[in-house]
């Protein structure tokens, strides 16, 4: 067998794939219409068998977010080493934005739109809302530390060989690091009966996204695409099909991560094919829609749920649909959510000076009126 036919030829910086940018648009899908199920249909239609499997298969988001954040991690890593080595302006911008995601994910937990009152409520011992670790700290967590990894190490074979380390680490010690109490704002870190996203296992998934992007940066294409769906059929759970249990659950265990692992892979590889079979218009637009996942991950989730903003419509329909009013909402829904996030990718890109002053003037009018807001 002739192995270098499988080596990409391409030494040099590597392309955006759009593959893992479609990839998190299915995710994005995904996760709006889950949430939307789970807040607004009947507590009698959530407790029928193929909600049970809706439930288990919907396990795939957090991991598809996790997994492409390490994914375009690394490419950055490998497309621009040098402003990891020499710690320049570059870098330290794409810290900001690691950090910023971070600060996103304790302010959309914010209970009131008043710094006086959430002092209050945190001063009364109830701040554990407010600093449970959802995926966006997650996700912030595991880019800070591979970006640590990749100041120190700086040899790309090394980085990914302590990030597979890493990765085997997160995924194998979630019952050992639950029990390590520190600081009650790290606590949630470690702790998953705190936390719904703990970075054990759950940065695990970002570290395999690492390791899936030097795949990618050593074989050609298509290649990495045929080596993903048969590393993704291989440990995909499917006997969970040909039972009456439910064996694709959340738990928290190996095997169970590497079943997501494996959907993970599956669905990667199908937004591939989908580029491949139908590359045009409507592609490009999902494609752009999903390089904004952060913001259609705010928006989404107030508009489903609620905000300190006071708007959410989940008071106004929560457990009252049926499986059809909620398809129906939910197709409504991501309509407006992704058309907002196209308007807003191209704000962005093609009128970046109009977008700095609307983003930078909306974040000095918020901190300015949650300072001085008394209620």
């Known amino acids: 067998m002739n192995f270098s036919s499988w080596k990409n030829e391409n030494i040099g910086p590597i392309q955006r794939v759009d593959a893992v940018d479609l990839f998190r648009f299915l995710v994005l899908f995904f996760m709006i219409q889950g949430h939307l199920f789970r807040a607004y249909l009947l507590p009698s239609i959530r407790h029928a068998h193929w909600y049970l499997i809706h439930e288990a298969l919907h396990g795939v988001v957090a991991p598809g977010f996790l997994f492409a954040a390490g994914f375009t ?3 950055s890593f490998h497309n621009k080493r040098r402003n990891y080595i020499h710690l320049d302006r570059a870098f330290f911008k794409r810290l900001r934005r690691i950090l910023f995601v971070i600060a996103i994910g304790y302010w959309i937990h914010l209970p009131f739109f008043s710094l006086r009152k959430t002092w209050q409520y945190v001063s009364r011992g109830q701040a554990g809302e407010l600093l449970k670790v959802d995926i966006l700290q997650c996700i912030g967590i595991g880019l ?5 990894l ?3 190490l700086k040899n790309e074979k ?3 060989l302590f990030s597979l380390l890493a990765g085997a680490l997160f995924f194998l010690l979630p019952e050992t690091v639950k029990h390590i109490h520190l600081h009650p704002a790290i606590d949630p870190y470690f702790n998953y009966e705190t ?3 703990p970075i054990f296992p759950w940065a695990g998934f970002l570290f395999l996204g690492v390791l899936a992007a030097y795949v990618y940066s050593l074989l050609k294409r298509e290649v990495f695409f045929k080596l993903l769906l048969a590393l993704g059929v291989a440990i995909f759970p499917w006997f969970f099909f040909q039972s009456s249990q439910v064996y694709f659950k959340a738990e928290l265990t ?4 590497l079943n997501k692992a494996g959907a993970v892979f599956i669905l990667l590889w199908f937004a591939d094919l989908l580029l491949r079979k139908f590359k045009g218009p409507l592609l490009t637009v999902l494609i752009k829609a999903g390089t904004e996942s952060l913001f ?3 928006l989404h989730l107030f508009i489903i749920f609620n905000s300190i903003f006071g708007f959410g419509l989940k008071p106004y329909f929560q457990d009252s649909m049926n499986v059809a009013q909620a398809l129906l909402f939910f197709f409504a829904l991501q309509a407006l959510v992704f058309a907002l996030s ?5 704000l962005k890109e093609k009128h970046a000076p109009v977008w700095r002053i609307v983003f930078y003037v909306f974040w000095f009018v918020f901190i300015l009126v949650f300072a001085v807001k008394p209620h």
Do not use: D, E, R
């Open 158 to 160: 090394i980085v990914v």
């Open 342 to 346: 196209y308007l807003y990718n191209w």
């Open 254 to 257: 190996l095997s169970g991560n």
């Open 150 to 152: 990749a100041v120190i």
């Open 144 to 148: 800070l530390l591979f970006t640590i």
């Open 296 to 298: 259609v991950y705010v």
């Open 73 to 75: 991690a690394f490419l």
């Open 195 to 197: 936390s719904l996203f």
